[in-house]
Protein backbone atom coordinates (compact mmCIF):
# COMPACT_ATOMS: atom_id res chain seq x y z
CA UNK A 1 0.00 0.00 0.00
CA UNK A 2 1.27 3.53 -0.94
CA UNK A 3 1.50 6.04 1.89
CA UNK A 4 -0.67 8.43 -0.04
CA UNK A 5 -3.27 6.95 -2.63
CA UNK A 6 -5.15 9.76 -4.43
CA UNK A 7 -8.07 8.67 -7.06
CA UNK A 8 -10.28 10.63 -9.14
CA UNK A 9 -9.86 13.51 -7.06
CA UNK A 10 -12.31 16.33 -8.84
CA UNK A 11 -12.26 19.87 -6.93
CA UNK A 12 -14.48 22.57 -8.05
CA UNK A 13 -15.77 26.07 -7.28
CA UNK A 14 -19.07 26.71 -7.25
CA UNK A 15 -19.52 30.54 -9.47
CA UNK A 16 -23.03 32.58 -9.41
CA UNK A 17 -22.80 31.07 -13.24
CA UNK A 18 -21.36 27.92 -13.32
CA UNK A 19 -18.03 26.52 -11.89
CA UNK A 20 -14.20 26.69 -11.73
CA UNK A 21 -12.84 23.36 -12.65
CA UNK A 22 -9.44 23.35 -10.63
CA UNK A 23 -8.81 19.96 -10.55
CA UNK A 24 -10.09 16.84 -12.50
CA UNK A 25 -10.44 13.20 -12.33
CA UNK A 26 -6.48 13.44 -10.70
CA UNK A 27 -4.89 10.13 -9.74
CA UNK A 28 -1.54 9.53 -8.11
CA UNK A 29 0.04 7.75 -5.21
CA UNK A 30 3.18 8.37 -3.20
CA UNK A 31 5.53 5.82 -1.20
CA UNK A 32 7.44 6.38 1.67
CA UNK A 33 10.45 8.50 1.17
CA UNK A 34 9.73 9.19 -2.61
CA UNK A 35 9.57 13.10 -3.91
CA UNK A 36 7.33 14.16 -6.42
CA UNK A 37 6.73 17.24 -8.30
CA UNK A 38 4.32 18.61 -9.94
CA UNK A 39 4.67 21.07 -12.53
CA UNK A 40 2.72 23.19 -14.49
CA UNK A 41 2.20 27.01 -15.33
CA UNK A 42 0.46 29.55 -12.94
CA UNK A 43 -3.54 28.13 -12.97
CA UNK A 44 -2.98 24.70 -13.66
CA UNK A 45 -4.77 23.86 -10.38
CA UNK A 46 -1.03 23.09 -8.52
CA UNK A 47 -1.79 24.91 -5.80
CA UNK A 48 -5.53 23.60 -4.99
CA UNK A 49 -4.41 20.18 -4.97
CA UNK A 50 -2.01 20.69 -2.53
CA UNK A 51 -4.07 22.55 -0.27
CA UNK A 52 -7.08 19.78 -0.78
CA UNK A 53 -4.34 17.36 0.66
CA UNK A 54 -3.94 18.97 3.67
CA UNK A 55 -7.71 19.89 3.97
CA UNK A 56 -7.25 23.50 3.56
CA UNK A 57 -9.16 24.56 0.57
CA UNK A 58 -10.24 28.35 0.81
CA UNK A 59 -14.49 28.72 0.88
CA UNK A 60 -16.41 28.19 -1.46
CA UNK A 61 -13.70 25.49 -2.97
CA UNK A 62 -15.12 21.64 -2.60
CA UNK A 63 -13.81 18.75 -3.36
CA UNK A 64 -17.01 16.89 -5.02
CA UNK A 65 -15.04 13.78 -5.84
CA UNK A 66 -12.67 11.11 -5.45
CA UNK A 67 -10.86 9.62 -2.69
CA UNK A 68 -7.50 11.03 -1.12
CA UNK A 69 -6.29 7.99 1.35
CA UNK A 70 -3.39 8.20 3.87
CA UNK A 71 -2.10 5.12 5.11
CA UNK A 72 -5.30 3.56 3.55
CA UNK A 73 -7.43 5.42 5.27
CA UNK A 74 -9.90 7.70 4.02
CA UNK A 75 -9.07 11.53 4.67
CA UNK A 76 -11.56 13.21 2.65
CA UNK A 77 -14.92 13.76 4.73
CA UNK A 78 -12.79 13.87 8.04
CA UNK A 79 -13.86 15.98 10.75
CA UNK A 80 -11.44 19.33 11.59
CA UNK A 81 -10.56 18.11 14.93
CA UNK A 82 -8.95 14.89 13.57
CA UNK A 83 -7.64 17.16 10.58
CA UNK A 84 -5.46 19.27 13.56
CA UNK A 85 -4.54 16.05 15.27
CA UNK A 86 -3.08 15.22 11.66
CA UNK A 87 -1.92 18.28 10.06
CA UNK A 88 1.83 18.90 10.96
CA UNK A 89 1.96 15.38 12.55
CA UNK A 90 1.97 13.66 10.12
CA UNK A 91 1.41 15.63 6.42
CA UNK A 92 2.88 19.01 7.05
CA UNK A 93 3.14 21.84 4.36
CA UNK A 94 5.52 24.77 3.72
CA UNK A 95 3.62 27.61 1.38
CA UNK A 96 5.24 30.27 -1.07
CA UNK A 97 5.59 33.07 0.95
CA UNK A 98 7.25 32.58 4.48
CA UNK A 99 6.06 36.01 6.07
CA UNK A 100 2.69 35.35 5.64
CA UNK A 101 2.46 31.93 6.72
CA UNK A 102 4.68 33.42 9.85
CA UNK A 103 2.74 35.24 12.70
CA UNK A 104 4.23 38.91 12.69
CA UNK A 105 3.15 39.31 16.15
CA UNK A 106 4.92 36.94 17.98
CA UNK A 107 8.26 36.15 17.88
CA UNK A 108 9.86 32.60 16.26
CA UNK A 109 10.47 31.28 19.45
CA UNK A 110 6.77 31.43 20.40
CA UNK A 111 5.21 30.27 17.40
CA UNK A 112 7.60 27.48 17.22
CA UNK A 113 6.74 26.60 21.26
CA UNK A 114 3.05 26.72 20.53
CA UNK A 115 3.48 24.45 17.75
CA UNK A 116 4.72 22.23 19.80
CA UNK A 117 2.58 21.60 22.73
CA UNK A 118 -0.14 22.13 20.80
CA UNK A 119 0.85 18.60 19.65
CA UNK A 120 3.15 17.26 22.50
CA UNK A 121 2.94 16.91 25.92
CA UNK A 122 5.97 18.30 26.99
CA UNK A 123 6.83 21.19 29.28
CA UNK A 124 8.58 24.38 28.31
CA UNK A 125 11.78 23.76 28.70
CA UNK A 126 11.64 20.68 26.60
CA UNK A 127 9.88 22.30 23.98
CA UNK A 128 11.83 24.56 23.78
CA UNK A 129 14.84 22.04 23.61
CA UNK A 130 13.17 20.50 20.57
CA UNK A 131 12.61 24.04 18.49
CA UNK A 132 16.59 24.89 19.09
CA UNK A 133 17.65 21.54 18.06
CA UNK A 134 15.57 21.41 14.43
CA UNK A 135 16.63 25.83 14.33
CA UNK A 136 20.04 23.93 13.97
CA UNK A 137 19.03 21.37 12.19
CA UNK A 138 17.78 24.12 9.61
CA UNK A 139 20.91 25.62 10.02
CA UNK A 140 19.86 28.82 11.82
CA UNK A 141 22.79 30.49 13.37
CA UNK A 142 22.93 31.37 16.71
CA UNK A 143 18.90 29.76 17.30
CA UNK A 144 18.74 30.85 21.19
CA UNK A 145 18.64 34.62 19.75
CA UNK A 146 16.40 33.89 17.03
CA UNK A 147 13.99 32.53 19.54
CA UNK A 148 13.41 36.23 20.51
CA UNK A 149 13.29 37.81 17.17
CA UNK A 150 9.49 38.74 15.21
CA UNK A 151 9.51 37.72 11.56
CA UNK A 152 9.90 41.16 10.25
CA UNK A 153 13.34 41.21 11.66
CA UNK A 154 14.50 38.35 9.73
CA UNK A 155 15.49 38.04 5.86
CA UNK A 156 13.44 36.45 3.26
CA UNK A 157 15.49 33.04 3.51
CA UNK A 158 15.58 32.70 7.17
CA UNK A 159 12.04 33.29 7.42
CA UNK A 160 11.86 30.26 4.98
CA UNK A 161 14.43 28.42 7.33
CA UNK A 162 11.64 29.02 10.18
CA UNK A 163 8.83 27.39 8.01
CA UNK A 164 10.76 24.69 7.35
CA UNK A 165 12.06 24.33 10.48
CA UNK A 166 8.12 24.41 11.80
CA UNK A 167 7.15 21.70 8.96
CA UNK A 168 9.76 19.34 10.43
CA UNK A 169 9.08 20.21 14.05
CA UNK A 170 6.18 17.11 14.76
CA UNK A 171 8.54 14.56 12.40
CA UNK A 172 6.23 14.60 9.42
CA UNK A 173 5.77 11.57 6.92
CA UNK A 174 4.78 13.79 4.27
CA UNK A 175 5.72 17.53 3.31
CA UNK A 176 3.33 19.51 0.86
CA UNK A 177 5.67 22.48 -0.14
CA UNK A 178 4.31 25.18 -2.48
CA UNK A 179 6.29 26.76 -4.40
CA UNK A 180 8.90 27.20 -1.63
CA UNK A 181 12.00 28.97 -3.24
CA UNK A 182 9.48 31.42 -5.42
CA UNK A 183 9.68 33.91 -2.96
CA UNK A 184 13.61 34.14 -2.29
CA UNK A 185 16.39 35.64 -4.34
CA UNK A 186 17.96 33.63 -6.58
CA UNK A 187 20.86 33.18 -4.46
CA UNK A 188 19.36 31.48 -1.68
CA UNK A 189 16.74 29.48 -3.40
CA UNK A 190 19.42 26.83 -3.97
CA UNK A 191 20.60 26.63 0.20
CA UNK A 192 17.03 26.10 0.47
CA UNK A 193 16.73 23.71 -2.13
CA UNK A 194 19.59 21.49 -0.93
CA UNK A 195 18.21 21.83 3.01
CA UNK A 196 15.10 19.96 1.46
CA UNK A 197 16.65 17.66 -0.45
CA UNK A 198 19.05 16.80 2.65
CA UNK A 199 16.00 16.86 5.49
CA UNK A 200 13.83 14.84 3.26
CA UNK A 201 16.42 11.91 2.62
CA UNK A 202 17.84 11.90 6.18
CA UNK A 203 14.54 11.54 7.56
CA UNK A 204 12.78 9.07 5.25
CA UNK A 205 9.99 12.12 4.83
CA UNK A 206 7.79 11.81 1.35
CA UNK A 207 7.92 15.44 -0.45
CA UNK A 208 5.09 16.53 -2.99
CA UNK A 209 6.81 19.83 -4.59
CA UNK A 210 4.48 22.10 -6.57
CA UNK A 211 6.98 24.70 -8.39
CA UNK A 212 7.08 25.86 -11.96
CA UNK A 213 10.85 25.51 -12.07
CA UNK A 214 11.53 22.12 -13.43
CA UNK A 215 15.51 22.91 -12.79
CA UNK A 216 13.93 22.36 -8.89
CA UNK A 217 12.21 20.12 -9.62
CA UNK A 218 14.81 17.94 -11.38
CA UNK A 219 17.04 18.49 -8.34
CA UNK A 220 14.62 17.32 -5.69
CA UNK A 221 12.24 15.21 -7.15
CA UNK A 222 11.86 11.28 -8.16
CA UNK A 223 8.89 11.27 -10.07
CA UNK A 224 6.83 14.07 -11.96
CA UNK A 225 3.56 14.69 -12.63
CA UNK A 226 2.85 17.83 -15.28
CA UNK A 227 -0.52 18.95 -15.08
CA UNK A 228 -2.78 21.36 -17.70
CA UNK A 229 -5.87 22.68 -16.67
CA UNK A 230 -6.52 20.83 -13.45
CA UNK A 231 -5.35 17.40 -15.16
CA UNK A 232 -2.34 15.68 -15.57
CA UNK A 233 -1.26 15.19 -18.93
CA UNK A 234 2.13 13.38 -17.91
CA UNK A 235 3.96 11.47 -15.32
CA UNK A 236 6.75 9.12 -14.86
CA UNK A 237 10.62 9.01 -13.27
CA UNK A 238 11.60 12.65 -13.45
CA UNK A 239 14.82 12.66 -15.83
CA UNK A 240 13.04 10.30 -18.09
CA UNK A 241 10.29 12.79 -18.68
CA UNK A 242 12.73 15.82 -18.76
CA UNK A 243 14.72 13.98 -21.09
CA UNK A 244 12.16 12.19 -23.46
CA UNK A 245 9.26 14.50 -23.03
CA UNK A 246 5.88 12.90 -24.68
CA UNK A 247 3.59 14.90 -24.21
CA UNK A 248 3.13 18.26 -26.72
CA UNK A 249 2.51 20.62 -23.16
CA UNK A 250 5.56 18.97 -21.69
CA UNK A 251 8.05 19.26 -24.80
CA UNK A 252 7.17 23.07 -24.76
CA UNK A 253 7.80 23.67 -21.33
CA UNK A 254 11.07 22.18 -22.11
CA UNK A 255 11.71 23.98 -25.23
CA UNK A 256 10.48 27.34 -23.29
CA UNK A 257 13.65 26.97 -21.07
CA UNK A 258 16.50 29.78 -21.80
CA UNK A 259 19.22 27.04 -21.47
CA UNK A 260 17.07 25.21 -24.75
CA UNK A 261 17.28 28.14 -26.96
CA UNK A 262 20.37 28.82 -29.11
CA UNK A 263 22.39 32.21 -28.27
CA UNK A 264 21.14 35.54 -29.78
CA UNK A 265 17.54 33.78 -30.66
CA UNK A 266 14.25 34.49 -28.73
CA UNK A 267 13.05 31.99 -26.59
CA UNK A 268 10.92 29.32 -27.98
CA UNK A 269 7.85 30.50 -26.04
CA UNK A 270 4.46 28.66 -25.88
CA UNK A 271 1.42 30.32 -27.76
CA UNK A 272 -1.45 31.24 -26.18
CA UNK A 273 -2.75 31.17 -22.48
CA UNK A 274 -3.20 28.53 -19.76
CA UNK A 275 -7.53 28.37 -20.20
CA UNK A 276 -9.47 29.68 -17.35
CA UNK A 277 -10.72 26.85 -15.20
CA UNK A 278 -14.63 27.76 -15.61
CA UNK A 279 -14.08 27.55 -19.10
CA UNK A 280 -11.99 24.41 -19.83
CA UNK A 281 -11.68 23.33 -23.47
CA UNK A 282 -13.25 19.90 -25.06
CA UNK A 283 -11.84 16.75 -25.56
CA UNK A 284 -7.92 17.64 -25.01
CA UNK A 285 -7.80 20.85 -22.92
CA UNK A 286 -4.28 21.45 -24.59
CA UNK A 287 -6.09 21.56 -28.31
CA UNK A 288 -6.17 25.17 -28.99
CA UNK A 289 -2.59 25.51 -28.06
CA UNK A 290 -1.12 22.26 -29.34
CA UNK A 291 1.10 22.09 -32.36
CA UNK A 292 -0.21 18.50 -33.64
CA UNK A 293 -3.89 19.69 -33.33
CA UNK A 294 -3.85 19.58 -36.83
CA UNK A 295 -3.65 16.55 -39.54
CA UNK A 296 -0.92 16.05 -42.01
CA UNK A 297 -2.98 17.64 -44.36
CA UNK A 298 -3.74 20.77 -42.18
CA UNK A 299 -7.36 19.72 -41.00
CA UNK A 300 -7.78 19.77 -36.98
CA UNK A 301 -7.98 16.58 -35.60
CA UNK A 302 -11.46 15.72 -34.00
CA UNK A 303 -10.35 13.55 -31.55
CA UNK A 304 -8.49 16.21 -30.15
CA UNK A 305 -11.45 18.57 -30.09
CA UNK A 306 -14.19 15.87 -28.92
CA UNK A 307 -12.71 13.36 -26.48
CA UNK A 308 -10.52 13.56 -23.43
CA UNK A 309 -7.39 11.39 -24.13
CA UNK A 310 -6.89 8.40 -22.07
CA UNK A 311 -3.04 7.54 -20.90
CA UNK A 312 -0.68 5.63 -22.95
CA UNK A 313 1.99 3.81 -21.28
CA UNK A 314 5.56 4.90 -22.60
CA UNK A 315 8.47 2.99 -21.00
CA UNK A 316 7.45 4.39 -17.50
CA UNK A 317 5.63 7.21 -18.43
CA UNK A 318 2.00 7.71 -18.78
CA UNK A 319 0.55 10.39 -21.50
CA UNK A 320 -2.67 11.31 -22.02
CA UNK A 321 -2.60 12.47 -25.80
CA UNK A 322 -4.08 10.87 -28.78
CA UNK A 323 -1.22 11.40 -31.27
CA UNK A 324 0.96 9.73 -28.90
CA UNK A 325 -1.40 6.51 -28.58
CA UNK A 326 -1.93 6.36 -32.05
CA UNK A 327 2.48 6.66 -33.14
CA UNK A 328 2.55 3.90 -30.20
CA UNK A 329 -0.42 1.64 -31.64
CA UNK A 330 1.59 1.92 -35.33
CA UNK A 331 4.68 0.93 -33.57
CA UNK A 332 3.19 -1.90 -32.41
CA UNK A 333 1.34 -3.08 -35.56
CA UNK A 334 4.40 -2.72 -37.47
CA UNK A 335 6.42 -5.12 -34.86
CA UNK A 336 7.25 -8.76 -35.75
CA UNK A 337 5.20 -11.27 -34.21
CA UNK A 338 6.61 -12.62 -31.18
CA UNK A 339 8.04 -16.43 -31.02
CA UNK A 340 5.06 -17.66 -29.49
CA UNK A 341 2.58 -16.62 -31.81
CA UNK A 342 4.54 -17.70 -34.91
FE1 LIG B 1 -2.33 17.78 -28.88
FE2 LIG B 1 -4.36 16.16 -29.51
FE3 LIG B 1 -2.34 15.28 -28.02
FE4 LIG B 1 -4.07 17.02 -27.02
S1 LIG B 1 -4.53 14.92 -27.65
S2 LIG B 1 -1.87 17.07 -26.81
S3 LIG B 1 -4.49 18.28 -28.83
S4 LIG B 1 -2.23 15.95 -30.16
Given at each position: MALLEVDNLDVRFPLRHGEI????DLSFTLERGERLGIVGESGAGKSVLGFSLVNLLAAPGRIIGGSIRFEGRELIGLPEHRWRHLRGRRIAMIFQDPRAT??????IGAQMIETVRAHRRLGGRSARAMVLRTLEQVRIDDPESRL????????GGLCQRVVIAIALLLDPDIIVAD???????VTIQADIVNLLLTLCQQRSISLILISHDLGVVNQLTHRLMIMYAGAIVEQGPTRQLLNDPQHPYTQALINALPEMTPPRQPLQQLPGAMPSLSAVPTGCAFHPR???????????RQVCIDTPPDFTDVADTQVACHVVRELIATTQDSMPFDEETT
Open positions: QAVRLNPVLTAQYPHELSEPTTSLDCPYRLDALGQP
